[in-house]
């Protein structure tokens, strides 16, 4: 077993300490293996981001892996191939290429997922060695905006904060992000300390009223892409109260005249801002006043920020706010742009976004290029590298359109899904002459597209290193053998660039020797001429054991800093060429995608709480579908009765280019005029569920990040002749003939997958068409042909094969009990006479699961409210839900506050969360 090192070791079971593969918090987890198996994951107590501490991703990490649909063969075009024939081919179909059209023609697209040593080959193949300036990442969808903003001011890609700032804060500014949801384990630290230190104050600033909420003493739900005019509010309040730090502008900063009068006029008093932002002016001030009275207040941003065709501008908006009062270099404060992936950070680290070159440098930086070209030994090639930029993700895809790039190599994100515009993002797809994705799921969107597909090891089988949000290097560690013939990127990576005839640049034997490189690139000649704030020399020479052995640590790392940097700028002197950090004029500028009579209502694009990204992964534990089971769309109830739409039922989303179907929930924590739909669903899984459809690929000019959070949309419902719900045991059926439907979804369960179907078309005899779709007599059936309603079953050799229930899904059962019988290896009759019923006699239906770890459904909750369980800690008592991983706890709190105002007002249906109501 590889990298057990750093754990103890019995006969049987192992331990291994490593990272966690989701989210940018980068929690440190304590993996267990035991024959052959990874078969727990507990928080790793000492990790310092997370203590212990683990969310409900992250504890269903083990069961989320197994052989079972992973890529294990190589592929080309079609055929599966050995390895020597799949890298033979990518070598030479590079090779013909780059012949005929040049260095030029060929990209590479990555993903904040890969490894850093994954990431730092394939920016040295493809920037250094293959000419190529066309390298770009995921992370241009995710973090692009901050990473401008952060370059302009401070003149270097540096996050400034720690996490533990986060608890030293006396104010944290949560603007567009829903941290309950998508950082969980930070929320749940900025929850203890503010528990500890009730002077805390946490804001909210988000459209929607978000699980975030249930700890924000103030909360202000703006109107989306307003969040410029509201710092520049800031900006300009916090001038005319004399709640500047002007000694901390005079002295390490610059360009603050101009930034002033630019907020000036676009934000002339608080309540022209308020309108602008349609927010109540009194809490406005109230924010403002919080803001520039307190010293520590860390202002944390992501997505309802970046997202924007202008959020570079709406991230150095709330850095100007921090550089005006001061607020930066201190414990407890400073602008933090929180990391959406494990290694988004490493990614920006090792030059992956395509106007970067390498280790922090970019092209614009007189005499980079020689020293990189140095640096690789490159000397002899021509080029000896790319002379400017690459093309950005949404402009890559553009140049695929075009004819130019004939070449594209995937890595661990899948565009067909993530990038905006999915329709053309796919017809580029199908024009480009050669498409090599590495990837590890068996079954995505975007494989149909590849000519060469490799198999990739993945999470618990690959070695490396991952950056988080607040620039820690931690390890993952292998500890399992990849499945089949899949490899690890790195390795795949060099042995084509071996074949390309890069044999002596590609030599590596072992991560550790690529780290080591890559740190040693950090250093090299990293003084006053070129120098880089990220310098992570001090790791170098670890050799393999001191690699296999390395404890999390903050760049940068260096003879000055050893032990790694907890706080950046903590002297006030930025990586500018001045020292000084400098203050933006910023004019907001609302989104591009604009509202028109055909498509009048706002579209908000984002996550939820139980799933990563397409699912590939999370997907594949049953537990975490429970939480959000169906594609959705969540409306403001006033929409809903324009549309004639209703909660629960299906509707449809037009966009101009794109069309989105899924149920409907209805819900007060959407503003008026606005509709929140979820990002992870795919043809994989549904029918027309795809986020990115909607979404025109418009982009920040300087960042090149698309505007995923501001579409524009019309909303009709879906009309439905009838619904209904089958379960199929897995292996049970070859074809899935039901996909025809209008509507249908499929949600993985254990042992079986229950399929949600609708269509528009009246079913003319559903028996009949039984015997179409599914092998096997119908054993039992009911029948109520007057209410279209029918149950039946198939059971063949005493084992349960499928289960149909036509009708709304609101009838259905509870579920746990059929799944339990499918996976019964003889059915007994008992159970067998209460198939159609769907459950044990008496036994009640738990409802839709609030708490993913313990399985707690919402009826259950609420019955237990009912009978007096009215605070968080008295329902965890009781049913166990919310005492694990704590993200349903803001949930069960909203539950406990619409049932108790239920009681009192019985048509009551605000959602009721502290502070609120959608001002
Ligand atoms: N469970 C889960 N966690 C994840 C992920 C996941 O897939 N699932 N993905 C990870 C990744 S890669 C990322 S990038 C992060 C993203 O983390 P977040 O940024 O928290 O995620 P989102 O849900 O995309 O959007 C955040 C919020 O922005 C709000 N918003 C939309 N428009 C505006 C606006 O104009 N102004 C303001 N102030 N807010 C607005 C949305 O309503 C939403 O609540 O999450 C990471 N964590
Ligand atoms: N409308 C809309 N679009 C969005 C967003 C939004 O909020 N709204 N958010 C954007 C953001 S912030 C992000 S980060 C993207 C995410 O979008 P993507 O990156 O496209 O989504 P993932 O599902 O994470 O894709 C990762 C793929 O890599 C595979 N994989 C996992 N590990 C490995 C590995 O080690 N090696 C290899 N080779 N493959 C691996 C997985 O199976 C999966 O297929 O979506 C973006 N798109
Ligand atoms: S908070 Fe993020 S890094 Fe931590 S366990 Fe959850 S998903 Fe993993
Ligand atoms: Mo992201």
């Known amino acids: 077993m590889r990298g057990a090192k750093a754990g103890q070791q019995t006969k049987t079971m192992q331990q291994a300490k490593t990272t966690c593969p989701y989210c940018g918090v980068g929690c440190g987890v304590t993996a267990t293996v035991e024959a052959g198996t990874l078969s727990a994951v507990e928080g790793d107590r000492e990790h310092p981001a997370n203590f212990g501490r683990l969310c409900v991703k992250g504890s269903a990490l083990h069961e989320t892996l197994g052989d079972q649909g992973r890529l294990i063969k190589p592929r080309v075009d079609g055929e599966e191939v050995s390895w020597e024939q799949a890298l033979d081919a990518t070598a030479e179909r590079l090779t013909t290429l780059r012949n005929d059209h040049g260095h030029q023609c060929m990209a590479a697209y990555l993903s904040g997922q890969l490894l850093t040593e994954d990431y730092y080959v394939a920016n040295k193949l493809f920037k250094g060695f293959l000419g190529t300036p066309h390298l770009d990442t995921n992370s241009r969808l995710c973090m692009a905006s901050a990473v401008a903003g952060y370059k302009r001011a401070f003149g270097a890609d540096a996050v400034p904060c720690n996490y533990e700032d986060l608890e030293e804060a006396e104010l944290v500014v949560v603007v567009g992000s829903n941290l309950a949801w998508n950082h969980p384990v930070l929320y749940q630290r900025i929850k203890v300390a503010k528990e500890r230190n009730p002077l805390m104050r946490v804001v909210v600033i988000d459209p929607r009223v978000t699980d975030s909420c249930e700890i924000a003493d103030l909360y202000l739900g703006v109107k989306p892409g307003t969040d410029a005019v509201l710092f520049n509010g800031l900006l300009a309040w916090m001038a005319s109260k004399n709640k500047l730090d002007t000694v901390y502008l005079e002295r390490h900063t610059r360009g603050f005249d101009d930034a002033l009068s630019a907020a000036q006029q676009s934000a002339r008093s608080v309540a022209e801002v308020a309108a602008a932002c349609e927010v109540d002016a009194e809490r406005l001030e109230t924010f403002y006043y919080w803001f520039a009275s307190q010293l520590h207040v860390v202002t944390l941003y992501s997505q309802g920020i970046n997202q924007s065709s202008s959020g570079t501008d709406k991230c150095n908006a709330i850095i100007n706010c921090h550089l005006a009062g001061g607020k930066i270099g201190l414990p407890g404060a400073g602008p933090f742009s929180i990391t959406g992936q494990p290694n988004a950070m490493g990614g920006r680290e090792v030059g992956g976004l395509a106007n970067q070159l390498a280790a922090h440098m970019d092209y614009e930086t007189p005499g980079a290029r020689e020293l990189v070209s140095r640096f690789w030994a490159t000397d002899s090639l021509t080029p000896i590298l790319p002379n400017g930029p690459g093309y950005k993700a949404v402009e890559l895809f553009d140049a695929i359109e075009r004819g130019e790039i004939k070449a594209l190599w995937v890595m661990a994100t899948n565009p067909a899904i993530s990038l905006p515009d999915a329709v053309h993002v796919r017809a580029a797809l199908e024009k480009c002459p050669l498409v090599i994705v590495s990837e590890c799921a068996a079954d995505t969107d975007l494989l149909p597209y590849a000519d060469i597909v490799l198999p990739a090891s993945g999470w618990s089988e690959k070695d490396g290193t991952v950056t988080n949000s607040e620039r820690c290097i931690s390890r993952q560690r292998g500890m399992l053998p990849p499945p089949g013939e899949a490899r690890h990127d790195w390795q795949i990576i060099c042995d084509v660039a071996k074949r390309l005839g890069f044999t002596e640049a590609f030599d590596y034997t072992h991560p550790s020797e690529i780290f080591d490189e890559h740190a040693r690139l950090s250093g090299f000649e990293n003084t006053a001429t070129i120098p880089r704030l990220f310098d992570i020399s001090g790791l170098v020479g670890l050799g393999r054991d001191g690699y296999d052995a390395l404890t999390p640590i903050q760049w940068p790392v260096n003879a000055q800093a050893p032990h790694g940097t907890a706080r950046l700028f903590e002297n006030g002197q930025f990586a500018t060429s001045d020292g000084r950090a400098k203050l933006l004029p910023i004019t907001p500028r609302g989104p591009e995608q604009a509202l028109s009579p055909s498509y009048p209502l706002r579209l908000n694009t984002g996550r939820i709480r139980d799933q990563w990204h397409t699912m590939t992964r999370t997907a594949r534990?049953?537990?975490?579908?429970?939480?959000?089971?169906?594609?959705?769309?969540?409306?403001?109830?006033?929409?809903?009765?324009?549309?004639?739409?209703?909660?629960?039922?299906?509707?449809?989303?037009?966009?101009?280019?794109?069309?989105?179907?899924?149920?409907?929930?209805?819900?007060?924590?959407?503003?008026?005029?606005?509709?929140?739909?979820?990002?992870?669903?795919?043809?994989?899984?549904?029918?027309?569920?795809?986020?990115?459809?909607?979404?025109?690929?418009?982009?920040?000019?300087?960042?090149?990040?698309?505007?995923?959070?501001?579409?524009?949309?019309?909303?009709?419902?879906?009309?439905?002749?009838?619904?209904?719900?089958?379960?199929?045991?897995?292996?049970?059926?070859?074809?899935?003939?039901?996909?025809?439907?209008?509507?249908?979804?499929?949600?993985?369960?254990?042992?079986?997958?229950?399929?949600?179907?609708?269509?528009?078309?009246?079913?003319?005899?559903?028996?009949?068409?039984?015997?179409?779709?599914?092998?096997?007599?119908?054993?039992?059936?009911?029948?109520?042909?007057?209410?279209?309603?029918?149950?039946?079953?198939?059971?063949?050799?005493?084992?349960?094969?499928?289960?149909?229930?036509?009708?709304?899904?609101?009838?259905?059962?509870?579920?746990?009990?059929?799944?339990?019988?499918?996976?019964?290896?003889?059915?007994?009759?008992?159970?067998?006479?209460?198939?159609?019923?769907?459950?044990?006699?008496?036994?009640?239906?738990?409802?839709?699961?609030?708490?993913?770890?313990?399985?707690?459904?919402?009826?259950?909750?609420?019955?237990?409210?009912?009978?007096?369980?009215?605070?968080?800690?008295?329902?965890?008592?009781?049913?166990?839900?919310?005492?694990?991983?704590?993200?349903?706890?803001?949930?069960?709190?909203?539950?406990?506050?619409?049932?108790?105002?239920?009681?009192?007002?019985?048509?009551?249906?605000?959602?009721?969360?502290?502070?609120?109501?959608?001002?």
């Open 621 to 919: 534990a049953p537990r975490l579908m429970n939480h959000r089971a169906e594609p959705f769309m969540e409306i403001h109830p006033e929409d809903a009765h324009a549309a004639g739409v209703v909660d629960q039922g299906l509707a449809v989303l037009t966009a101009a280019k794109g069309e989105f179907r899924a149920r409907v929930r209805v819900s007060n924590a959407q503003r008026r005029g606005e509709i929140f739909v979820p990002i992870h669903w795919t043809d994989c899984f549904t029918r027309l569920a795809r986020s990115s459809a909607l979404i025109d690929s418009i982009t920040d000019p300087l960042s090149g990040q698309p505007e995923s959070k501001h579409g524009a949309v019309t909303l009709a419902p879906l009309a439905d002749d009838w619904q209904a719900t089958l379960l199929v045991a897995d292996g049970a059926v070859e074809s899935t003939p039901w996909t025809k439907s209008a509507y249908w979804t499929r949600i993985p369960m254990r042992g079986l997958q229950r399929w949600q179907l609708s269509d528009t078309q009246p079913m003319a005899g559903w028996l009949a068409q039984l015997e179409t779709w599914l092998p096997g007599a119908v054993s039992v059936v009911s029948q109520d042909s007057a209410n279209g309603r029918l149950r039946a079953a198939c059971v063949e050799d005493g084992q349960l094969r499928w289960w149909l229930m036509v009708g709304p899904p609101k009838e259905l059962p509870g579920l746990a009990w059929l799944q339990a019988r499918f996976n019964e290896a003889v059915l007994s009759d008992s159970h067998r006479r209460r198939l159609l019923a769907g459950c044990n006699d008496g036994a009640a239906d738990t409802g839709q699961v609030v708490c993913s770890c313990h399985q707690v459904g919402q009826t259950a909750i609420i019955n237990a409210i009912r009978e007096g369980d009215t605070c968080v800690e008295a329902l965890g008592a009781r049913l166990a839900c919310g005492t694990q991983c704590g993200s349903c706890i803001p949930e069960l709190k909203s539950l406990i506050e619409t049932s108790l105002v239920e009681e009192e007002r019985p048509n009551a249906r605000a959602k009721q969360t502290p502070n609120s109501e959608v001002v």
